[in-house]
């Protein structure tokens, strides 16, 4: 009786979860949209070498990266935290200068920021996370936190083990929960694919779920309510 009890609350709980999706019409042609930010009202987007912002879910938007005549070659990525927009971009400007940028005016300027991250960390950009206190950038086998106050990247997490990439990372508490996959490994279900990071005395739990069937999967993201 519980089972079909937990049945038929699934089915009720995935019906109005689908039910609150609605289409949005996007900018332009080109049907690629590279990442997605929701901050409040505003919904920012980036398709190829362009960023649009709406904040009528989606029926106007409006296009910032061109307003001081800066053309990215490639935007993979956007997101805002701190009322700052933070951006990669991977074939960079046309001067060749690709990577990191801040932009402090919501895309009307943008500035090159790479401070704090080594030069032999960049590379491999996977994605921005924003949480609640902190808001971090996963570059492969490294993850960075963004100091507001010396505006500058500083290491937040380093697990010195080979063949690790992390994927994702979330806060809860004084814990960080980072996603890792094992790349270049005959046998990747061998490796953990979390890792348990504490803030508070810098101990690190690594986990391979082998009895749920979790260990068999990559995490690609997180989400707590």
Not at 79 to 108: E, P
Not at 203 to 224: E, Q
Request: aromatic share 16%.
């Amino acid at each position: 009786m519980k089972r079909i009890i937990y049945l038929i609350a699934f089915f009720v709980i995935l019906t109005t979860s689908y039910s609150q999706w609605e289409l949005l019409k996007g900018p332009g042609r080109n049907k690629t949209i590279n990442s997605v930010d929701v901050e409040g009202n505003d919904i920012y987007i980036t398709i190829y070498n362009s960023i649009f912002k709406t904040t009528d879910l989606g029926k106007n938007w409006i296009k910032l990266d061109h307003q001081n005549n800066q053309v990215f070659a490639g935007v993979y990525s956007v997101i805002k935290y701190n009322n700052m927009l933070f951006l990669y971009t991977s074939k960079g400007l046309l001067d060749q200068n690709y990577g990191l940028y801040i932009s402090t005016d919501d895309g009307i300027s943008w500035l090159q920021h790479n401070e704090g991250i080594a030069t032999e960390d960049f590379g491999g950009f996977i994605r921005f996370c924003k949480c609640e206190s902190e808001m971090y950038l996963i570059l492969l086998g490294h993850i960075y936190k963004y100091n507001i106050n010396k505006n500058k990247w500083e290491k937040a997490f380093k697990w010195e083990q080979p063949h690790f990439r992390y994927t994702t990372v979330i806060e809860y508490k004084d814990k960080l929960f980072i996603g890792t996959f094992a790349e270049g490994v005959s046998s990747r279900y061998n490796y953990p694919n979390l890792l348990i990071y504490s803030k508070t005395d810098g101990s690190v739990v690594a986990i391979r779920d082998t009895i749920s069937g979790l260990g068999f999967y990559s995490i690609n993201s997180f989400a707590k309510k």
